[in-house]
C-alpha cells in the first residue's frame, strides 16, 4: 500500500482500537492511521466540519467503521458518506461484533465494501486482522477531491 493512503479507524472501543492498529501495524502496514471514537467526528473528518481536522484533498483513504458508536452510529456515517458523490468512492469496512445477517444484508445495499465481524475470541480478532493488513497490502485506492474542501 502506498504512503499516501490514510487508514481512518472508527472505533469507540480504545482497547479494539489499539489491537486494530498493533495488527495492522504486524502485517506490514505503516500508513498513517486516524482514530476516530465516534461517528460525529468521523463525520467532521471527512466531509470537514467545524473546527477540527479536516481530510486533505488528493489523499486516498480507507475507512474501517464501528457500527455501534455514540453520538452517530456506524450505519448512518455509511449512508452519508455512500450518498455523496465524491465520497462514495471511499472504500468503507464494517468492523462489528454483530453479524446479524440483516444488519449485513443492510450495510452492504447501503454501499460498505465488506464486512468484518469482530471475533470475541483474541487470537481469531487478531487474525482477522492480519488479514485485512495484508488486503489493505495490494489494494489500490482512489484519491478524494470533492466540492467540500
Known amino acids: 500500500m502506498q504512503q499516501e493512503v490514510v487508514i ?11 489491537l ?21 467526528e468521523i463525520l467532521n473528518f471527512i466531509f470537514c466540519l467545524g473546527n477540527g481536522p479536516h481530510r ?3 489523499l486516498s483513504y ?3 467503521l464501528d457500527i455501534r458508536m455514540p453520538k452517530v452510529d456506524g450505519i448512518e456515517v455509511l449512508r452519508q458518506i455512500k450518498s ?8 468503507v469496512v464494517m468492523i462489528t461484533t454483530t453479524d446479524d445477517p440483516r444488519e449485513v444484508e443492510h450495510c452492504h445495499s447501503l454501499g460498505c465494501n465488506n464486512y468484518i465481524t469482530k471475533p470475541v475470541e483474541y487470537e481469531a480478532f487478531v487474525n482477522a486482522i492480519r488479514q485485512l493488513g495484508l488486503f489493505l497490502s495490494v489494494v489500490e485506492l482512489p484519491q478524494l477531491n470533492g466540492k467540500n474542501l
Do not use: S, T, Y
Not at 481512518?8 to 489499539?18: K, Y
Open 8 to 18: 481512518l479507524v472508527a472505533e469507540d472501543d480504545e482497547g479494539h482500537a489499539g
Open 20 to 40: 486494530i492498529r498493533k495488527n495492522l501495524f504486524r502485517a506490514g502496514i505503516v500508513n498513517e492511521i486516524k482514530h476516530f471514537v465516534d461517528g460525529q
Open 84 to 91: 455523496d458523490d465524491e465520497l462514495k468512492k471511499m472504500p
Open 62 to 64: 480507507i475507512l474501517l
Open 56 to 58: 486533505q484533498k488528493g
